[in-house]
């Protein structure tokens, strides 16, 4: 045990001794050089094909042709109390807000918190600008006009 405790205490000292004399060079770092990398997978990779075995999905037309309304997707909650209280504070500052309720897939419902409409895109832009002051993500949804009026 006395023996281990002396050849111990030798290294210990024999490892300060020599490293006191010297500082390491704070600038060299071991390891590869980034010369030393191969870096052809930059000049392959726009090149290379990937083939999944799955044919893309058909896209159905997107109508382009009509009136547009624009409604901001502003939040949407599992309980309808909560996305009463966003509408309540929406409503205060001003904002045309409805909601809106579908179905989930787990059974009961998604309550949608609805901006809107707005007839043009810079009137819902103004408005995403409001609502993002909030701190509120939200999303401008184009549809076509409603002849009844918006959607709940």
Do not use: C
């Not at 799955?54 to 109508?63: G, K, R, T």
């Not at 109390?81 to 179905?103: F, K």
């Not at 819902?124 to 600008?129: E, F, K, Y």
Request: aromatic content about 6%.
């Amino acid at each position: 045990m006395l023996g281990g405790a002396v050849v111990l205490a030798i290294t210990y000292q024999s490892g300060t001794a020599s490293t006191s004399g010297t500082t390491p060079d704070a600038t060299t770092v071991p390891g590869l050089v980034a010369s030393d990398f191969d870096w052809e997978f930059i000049e392959r990779l726009p090149n290379t094909e990937v083939k999944t075995g799955v044919e893309p999905a058909d896209q159905p037309p997107v109508a382009d042709s009509g009136p547009k309304e624009y409604v901001l997707h502003a939040a949407q909650f599992l309980r309808e109390e909560d996305a009463q209280v966003m509408q309540a504070e929406l409503i205060l500052d001003g904002l045309p807000v409805s909601l809106s309720t579908s179905p989930r897939d787990l059974g009961g419902a998604w309550f949608r918190v609805l901006v809107g409409p707005y007839a043009s895109e810079p009137d819902a832009q103004q408005a995403l600008g409001q609502l993002r002051d909030r701190d509120i993500p939200a999303q401008i949804l184009a549809r076509p006009l409603s002849v009844a009026g918006p959607a709940t």
